[in-house]
Structure formats: structure tokens, C-alpha cells
């Protein structure tokens, strides 16, 4: 596998595109300002092969399956995407200290440097949700707990609301990484996401990585609206 240096926050979500369309698009970038993401509906209709696909073009890509089992098979599904060759791969938080541990110590035995993250609070989820699910306290209570419970587990952060983004660098340390789906610039549609943010504001209150989707797959050019964004976070 041959990757490009990224010089770049930005991680374009590959969601809502067929295999030959992901392709096309990921023809139209430079692997140089972005990585991409390939989640659970692309891996799923397409499997590895996607992977393998983008990192032909020099990408380096986010495998955002969000396992969620008993620790073995969770540590087990890790390592499987570290063979992949992929620069981060995530799990779910609620999987538990044991299993997210595990998959951590199978990566550093099998001598990967693949990024390990957790989801805490999926971002289409508002407070008004957690009641439902038995969770208790306020939405931002539940996220910090979570994201406490990724950093003593040994992960290398969480996947969080770029306006939780100030309080886990602060609770979490700033090597603490956080990587912030639900990134709109303004004149950009919500879609099904709750808790957005613009990329300036994003990067400002701490966020490390960017993920963004729509508002770059569904442009005219893709390529210009990339730059767009990127040239928002001059200075920051």
C-alpha cells in the first residue's frame, strides 16, 4: 500500500455512493488535502475491496464500522482492519473497558500503528434521546464518562460533536484525539445530523479530524468545494 502525506484535517465520508461512484469521486481528489471514510453501507456492499481500491490512489482511509460485541470478537474485528492496512478504525464506547483494551493490546502486538477510536454519542442523537435507551443524566455527563472510560482503555480518542470538543481536550488532554462528524458549513443542509458545527468552528474548540460528507460528495465539483472548506480553516 502506498499513501499520500495528508496535509490536512479533512476526512471526506464516502456515504450514499456506490463502488464506482466512491471511485469517481476519490479520482477527483488529492489524497494529499484529505483521507476518506468507508462506512458501514459501502463496506458492506462492497467489502475490502474498496479499501484496497482507495489505497491504490494513495488514500488513507477511516474504517468506520463501529464494532460492538464481546471483547474477543471486538478485539478480533480490530485487528482484521489493521490488516487491512487502514489508518483508524473505531468502536463503539459501550462495548466496554475489556473489549476496547483488548483490541487495543491485539494492535500493539501485531505491531500496527492503526488509530483506535471510540464512539461515545452518536451525533444524530440529542438529549431528548438518552432517556429512551435508560441512559441517565445529560448528554454531555454521558459523553465525558464515555470518552474517560476510551482514554483508560488505552484508545487514541473518540469520535464526538465538535461542541463537546472543548471539555474532553480539557478532560481528556490534548494528545487525546477527536474527530468530528456533523460538519456543515452554513449554507449547507442539516440533513439527519443534531448536533453540527461549521469546520472553523470545529477546529477552534479542538477538534483534530473533520469528517464530512455531503457537503463535498453532492457538489458540482467536489474538488473546488474541498478547497472551500479547507481554505475556512486558514489561521486556525
Not at 488535502?33 to 468507508?38: D, P, Q, S
Not at 477510536?117 to 438518552?130: E, K, P, R
Not at 473546488?224 to 489561521?235: E, R, Y
Request: net charge negative; with cysteine; hydrophobic share 40%.
Amino acid at each position: 500500500m502506498s499513501t499520500t502525506t495528508v496535509t490536512s484535517p479533512i476526512i471526506v465520508a464516502l456515504d450514499n455512493t456506490t463502488y464506482n461512484d466512491a471511485l469517481r469521486l476519490a479520482d477527483t481528489l488529492d489524497p494529499a488535502l484529505c483521507r476518506l471514510k468507508v462506512g458501514k453501507e459501502m463496506f458492506t456492499r462492497c467489502g475490502p475491496q474498496i479499501v484496497k481500491e482507495l489505497h491504490s490512489r494513495g488514500f488513507e482511509v477511516f474504517l468506520d464500522l463501529k464494532f460492538h460485541d464481546i471483547p474477543n470478537t471486538t478485539a478480533q474485528a480490530v485487528l482484521a482492519a489493521a490488516e487491512l492496512g487502514v489508518w483508524m478504525v473505531n468502536v463503539h464506547a459501550t462495548a466496554g473497558e475489556q473489549a476496547m483494551s483488548l483490541a487495543k493490546q491485539r494492535l500493539v502486538d501485531g505491531g500496527y500503528d492503526t488509530l483506535l477510536i471510540a464512539v461515545t454519542v452518536l451525533t444524530s442523537m440529542g438529549a431528548d434521546t438518552l432517556p429512551s435507551i435508560g441512559v441517565q443524566g445529560t448528554l454531555d455527563e454521558h459523553v465525558q464518562r464515555l470518552a474517560l472510560l476510551t482514554k483508560q482503555s488505552g484508545l487514541d480518542g473518540v469520535v464526538c460533536s465538535a461542541k463537546e470538543a472543548k471539555a474532553l481536550k480539557t478532560l481528556c488532554g490534548q494528545d487525546f484525539k477527536l474527530i468530528t462528524p456533523g460538519i456543515r458549513l452554513p449554507e449547507d443542509s442539516s440533513d439527519d445530523q443534531k448536533r453540527i458545527c461549521t469546520p472553523a468552528d470545529a477546529m477552534h474548540d479542538g477538534s483534530d479530524y473533520l469528517v464530512i460528507g455531503r457537503s463535498i460528495t453532492t457538489a458540482a465539483d467536489p474538488a473546488a468545494k474541498l478547497q472551500t472548506i479547507l481554505a475556512t480553516l486558514d489561521g486556525q
